[in-house]
């Protein structure tokens, strides 16, 4: 359903000429499934993050994504050929030193939407699912008081990035190139995901948000309190 209600939003909003930032997400992946435009839109889909990881066959995987709202759209998808995480900082270090990776990163940076999911710390994630966490890695996290992530990036329920040495291996746009994306929809709900949304609300890296009933109106409660 939030996928369905998300397919919507983006079809109501997307313009010619426009660039649409993916995150990564089970619910993002099913957007495609529920895509319906009147008319071919000349518009581009790419990734905030590296996106070549192992995959099971159950996960998705975001480069499949694009590929398929670039073919509903009429549109086009630009890849950033590269993984989510890396294994040494330094290995990082050397990759967005280089010229054409910035490039291919400053396309998400400069879209005009982004569509991205709040991601939870526990071996459910989809980044522990796919191998890129490990039980070490969340057990770091949720010692640092990790309430989720947005692009890979973990908030404490304070709004801050927790000082975990993951952040040192990712690959991607920062969340505040994600801040400046002009239309940011966050689409997640379910109550291991109330603290994430929260957090990523309080900090100002979403517009629109697409939940079900019960988050809501946790989230309002929350407000009150």
């Given at each position: 359903?939030?996928?369905?209600?998300?397919?919507?939003?983006?079809?109501?909003?997307?313009?010619?000429?426009?660039?649409?930032?993916?995150?990564?997400g089970r619910t993002i992946s099913y957007i495609p499934d529920f895509l319906v435009l009147e008319k071919p839109v000349a518009c581009r889909f790419t990734t905030m993050t590296g996106g070549l990881y192992y995959r099971p066959l159950e996960l998705p995987y975001n480069l499949d994504v694009l590929t398929r709202l670039a073919a509903i759209s009429g549109g086009t998808a630009y890849y950033l050929p590269l993984p989510t995480f890396v294994s040494e900082p330094a290995t990082r270090d050397v990759l967005?030193?280089?010229?054409?990776?910035?490039?291919?990163?400053?396309?998400?940076?400069?879209?005009?939407?982004?569509?991205?999911?709040?991601g939870t710390v526990n071996k459910m994630a989809l980044l522990y699912q796919a191998g890129l966490l490990n039980e070490r890695d969340i057990k770091e996290?949720?010692?640092?008081?990790?309430?989720?992530?947005?692009?890979?990036?973990?908030?404490?329920?304070?709004?801050?990035?927790?000082?975990a040495s993951i952040h040192q291996r990712l690959l991607g746009i920062s969340l505040d190139d994600l801040r400046r994306i002009p239309l940011k929809m966050l689409v997640a709900g379910g109550q291991d995901k109330w603290q994430g949304v929260r957090t990523a609300l309080r900090m100002g890296l979403a517009d629109v948000l697409i939940t079900d009933e019960l988050t809501a109106r946790w989230l309002c409660q929350a407000k009150e309190d």
């Open positions: 359903l939030l996928a369905q209600v998300a397919a919507m939003v983006l079809a109501q909003h997307l313009q010619e000429g426009w660039t649409v930032a993916i995150g990564i967005l030193a280089d010229p054409l990776i910035q490039r291919s990163l400053d396309v998400a940076r400069r879209a005009q939407m982004a569509i991205f999911s709040v996290l949720l010692d640092f008081g990790a309430v989720g992530d947005v692009l890979g990036y973990f908030l404490s329920q304070n709004g801050e990035l927790v000082p």
